[in-house]
Each structure stands twice: as structure tokens, then as C-alpha cells.
């Protein structure tokens, strides 16, 4: 009890750095990491990180583990930003640092990711975010941060526990944010940010991945992908209105907008598929697939799609891709 702020930080990749980075410089916190792939890295070295908002920093945190039976105990915040995959898993993994008055954040791409967490600790206040930080690892432990910097977060309400207590945990937080200096916005409905990016991710993460080919060449490819791309988009919006998250009128043409105005892009699932990663293919794409089919939504093109995307995974796991 030295009056200390106990912050787990699970999955210290690119984006997992960057959030470390910020966290470890508030004073009041104490930051444990949870590092896995560049783990020996992160141990010897630290982070370092070369960002253009906030110039270029070398940081060692209080602790840094491999896995989180190493530093079972009591903490205030878990703050998962591991790629979202095995996400059962993951959460079980955690079952030595969380209490019930422990507050989970992630930061993630996809929609759903909360609920194996809130199935293995159903007396904890979960916080859901949407990172627009564009970093890459460019070898174990060494992160650039480019200029895009933003924190979409709101609660995954708990009809366990009281609203006061949940809004206190969440101004806590985003009072850690602020004094780490990165921007962030407060949600009151997380669950719409997080399905707007999922609509961008289903496109852009699944036609890069399937074709290898980036996003400007792809639009300019035949007459038939452009109308194809906001097929796609609609009848991941139509799923996500159905399940009751409302989506506004326009979107469609807003991303596209973006995305014309962008060079040719990758994404991060093109990029796994090269290195023969596996995909973040469940939260992405599976389900809005699953809900659709719950709720009796058509997608006719999101189930082609989404077929493909789980091949390409299974080969990419099974060894069995083209090399
Ligand atoms: C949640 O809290 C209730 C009431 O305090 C308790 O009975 C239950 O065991 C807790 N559940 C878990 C999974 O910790």
C-alpha cells in the first residue's frame, strides 16, 4: 500500500509499446509487462521507441515477465493489447492478476473481444478501446510511432456492478491517459467506433490479404471492385444494426473517401499473412458472421470472404501456403 497504481500491460507489440510508453511515464504507476514473442528483447533492452509526436525514449518498466503466473497478485488495471487471438485463452491466462476490483481495458481491433473476459471474471468493469496509433516494431523491443495518435474509449457495461462505480473507474483511467499526454476520447458508445473500424478491417485486412495486392491498386483493378468493396461494408453495418449498435447513414461513403485519399495501403493482416502469422481472423470476421447468421442477416459476400480469409489462416497454421 505505497499509494502506487498497480497496471498490468499484456502483449507488448507495436501498439502494446506505445501504450507502455505512455503509462510508464505518469509517476503514479507501477508497470508490470506481460512481453511474449520479443520477450528476451524487452527483458535485456527495454523499449525503445521512436515516436514523432513524442520524440525518441529508451524505458524499462518496474517488471517485465513472460507470463502472468510470474507476478500473480493483486492489480488495478489489466491492460490487454495483444494481437486478439485465442482470446479464451488469454483470458484464462490472467486468472492470477485479476480480483474483482481489477478493471480490464483492451485495446484491439475487432468487435465481441470482450466477452471471454467478461465470461471468466464477471465481477470486473471492462473498458473497450479503439487505438488509431499507427506504430510498427521494427525489430524486437525498437517501435516507431508515425503520427497518428487516438484512443476511442467507453465501458462494456457490467449490470453487476453500480453505474458511479464504473463511470469512477472509467474517468480513472482516461486521468492516467491524460497524464501520459496521448489523446483520447470518452465514448458513450464504444460498441459504434468499434464496429465502424471493423466495417474498414473486413474490407481492407481480408481483399490485402486474399489478393496481395494494396488498397489503390485493388480499386483500380476491375469495374467490379469498387461495388464489391460497399457491398461488403453494408452488410457488415446491416449486422451491426441488427444486433442493435446504431451505425449512421453514410459511412459507406465516408471510408471511401478515406481510403481514395490514402496511397495504396497494406494492412496488419496482409502483413501476418506474409510472415506466416496467424490471423486476427475471429474478431475481424467471425463475428459479424456469426451474428448475421444468429440474427438471419443475408451477406452473401461477407461469407465468401470470410470463407476465403479462414483458408488462408488454415494454411498459413497447417504450413500449407504457396511459398
Ligand atoms: C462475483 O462476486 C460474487 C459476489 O461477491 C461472488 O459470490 C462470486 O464468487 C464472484 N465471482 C467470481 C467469478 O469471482
Redesign the pocket.
Known amino acids: 500500500m505505497d499509494g502506487k497504481i498497480d497496471v498490468l500491460l499484456y502483449g507488448v507489440g507495436a501498439i502494446g509499446s506505445f501504450y507502455a510508453f505512455i503509462l510508464n511515464r505518469v509517476p503514479s504507476v507501477r508497470l508490470t509487462l506481460v512481453a511474449r514473442s520479443n520477450y528476451e528483447a524487452v527483458k535485456a533492452n527495454g523499449i525503445t521507441l521512436n515516436s514523432d509526436i513524442h520524440g525518441k525514449h529508451t524505458f524499462r518498466p518496474f517488471k517485465v515477465v513472460n507470463n502472468p503466473t510470474d507476478v500473480a497478485g493483486h492489480y488495478d488495471y489489466i491492460v490487454c493489447v495483444n494481437k486478439a487471438i485465442n482470446q479464451d485463452a488469454v483470458a484464462k491466462s490472467l486468472t492470477p492478476v485479476v480480483s ?1 476490483t481489477t478493471t480490464i481495458v483492451l485495446i484491439q481491433n475487432g468487435v465481441g473481444n470482450e466477452d471471454p473476459f467478461r465470461a ?4 470486473c468493469s471492462i473498458l473497450s478501446c479503439v487505438t488509431w496509433v499507427g506504430a510498427t516494431q521494427t525489430s524486437p523491443g525498437i517501435v516507431t510511432h508515425i503520427k497518428s495518435e487516438n484512443t476511442e474509449i467507453g465501458l462494456f457495461p457490467n449490470s ?1 456492478l453500480s453505474p458511479t462505480l464504473e463511470a469512477t473507474r472509467l474517468s480513472d483511467f482516461t486521468a492516467l491517459l491524460k497524464a501520459g499526454n496521448t489523446k483520447f476520447v470518452v465514448e458513450p458508445n464504444v460498441q459504434i467506433r468499434r464496429w465502424e473500424k471493423v466495417v474498414w478491417n473486413v474490407a481492407w485486412n481480408a481483399i490485402t490479404s486474399l489478393t496481395q495486392i494494396d488498397t489503390q491498386t485493388w480499386l483500380h483493378s476491375s469495374p467490379d471492385a469498387i461495388p464489391l468493396t460497399k457491398a461488403l461494408m453494408e452488410e457488415v453495418i446491416e449486422v451491426a444494426r441488427k444486433s442493435g449498435v446504431p451505425m449512421r447513414d453514410g459511412l459507406v461513403d465516408e471510408l471511401f473517401t478515406k481510403i481514395l485519399a490514402l496511397p495504396g495501403v497494406y494492412t496488419s493482416m496482409q502483413k501476418d499473412v506474409v510472415a506466416r502469422n496467424p490471423l486476427e481472423i475471429d474478431v475481424i470476421l467471425g463475428v459479424p458472421v456469426r451474428k448475421a447468421r444468429e440474427l438471419g442477416v443475408k451477406i452473401p459476400v461477407l461469407e465468401v470472404i470470410y470463407t476465403l480469409v479462414a483458408a488462408v489462416d488454415y494454411g498459413v497454421r497447417e504450413g500449407k501456403l504457396f511459398p
Open positions: 474483482d471468466q471474471f464477471p465481477n453487476l
